[in-house]
């Protein structure tokens, strides 16, 4: 700032002393007129135009574009309400004040230009809600086609499960991606695989999610456990059958003491 100041006082001395020693003068001629200006008085004329010029092409400019600025303002403005909305809608949800994430939630969607993430929210709170009617609009909305479609389907598998609609969370399960399955996608499909007791699925399912590392071996043991038992009670009429199977067990499973009794 100090230079500023120096600097403009050092121009200012410099256009005083220009304008005391310079005696010039500039004759104006337009038929039948003459005029006759000092050269100082036009310099600083010239100098005012051409800032009176600068200042309006700006002012002309602002005014062509304030439609837009207005638009950037609404645009951030309603930006700024659905990011807000949305923390508050989440907050809400994880509190278990279901009915003010769905109201927040809501805002959210309409200010934010149809925001995935807003109508999952929407979507699960009202589940906790047992709102089916808004619970299948807004799940609806979050399946639309989008960045935002895998998260919709798997919610949905998700609670559909929950709710022991496993018809529908299968429906869901086969219009995601085969190719790359997120372990998130693995877990429910896991889920659904135990509710359905497809306990060969459960099995290449557990074995996926411990080399992704997202499950211990201890917790897909359990599991597998589980399905051995179940697919062993259900051979107990068929004792070939069971053989079979039996021996088709990892020696190291088939030595657990569960599994013998």
Do not use: C
């Amino acid at each position: 700032t100090m230079i500023w100041i120096v600097v403009i006082f050092a121009v200012a001395v410099g256009a005083a002393m220009f304008a005391e020693a310079n005696h010039g003068y500039m004759v104006v001629v337009a038929p039948p007129w003459r005029a006759q200006v000092s050269l100082n008085l036009a310099i600083v004329g010239l100098i005012l135009l051409m800032a009176a010029v600068y200042f309006l092409i700006r002012l002309l400019v602002r005014t062509i574009d304030l439609p837009g600025q207005v638009r950037t303002s609404q645009r951030r403005k309603r930006q700024k309400k659905a990011y807000h909305s949305l923390n508050a809608a989440m907050q809400a949800q994880f509190e278990g004040r279901h009915q003010d994430a769905l109201r927040d939630a809501r805002i959210a969607y309409n200010a934010g230009r149809h925001s995935p993430v807003a109508a999952l929210v929407a979507a699960r709170a009202a589940h906790a809600l047992h709102d089916d009617r808004r619970y299948k609009e807004w799940l609806a909305r979050a399946n639309e086609p989008g960045d935002g479609r895998v998260a919709g389907l798997l919610t949905g598998a998700e609670l559909a499960i929950e709710a022991g609609d496993l018809n529908e969370a299968q429906r869901a399960l086969e219009n995601l991606p085969t190719d790359g399955r997120s372990p998130q996608q693995l877990r429910v499909a896991l889920d659904l695989a135990i509710a359905q007791e497809r306990w060969a699925d459960v099995r290449s399912l557990t074995q996926q999610l411990t080399a992704s590392g997202v499950m211990t071996e201890a917790d897909a043991r359990n599991l597998r456990r589980t399905g051995h038992l179940a697919i062993l009670r259900e051979t107990v009429s068929n004792p070939e059958r069971q053989l079979a199977y039996w021996r088709e067990i990892d020696k190291d499973i088939a030595a657990d003491p569960q599994l013998l009794t």
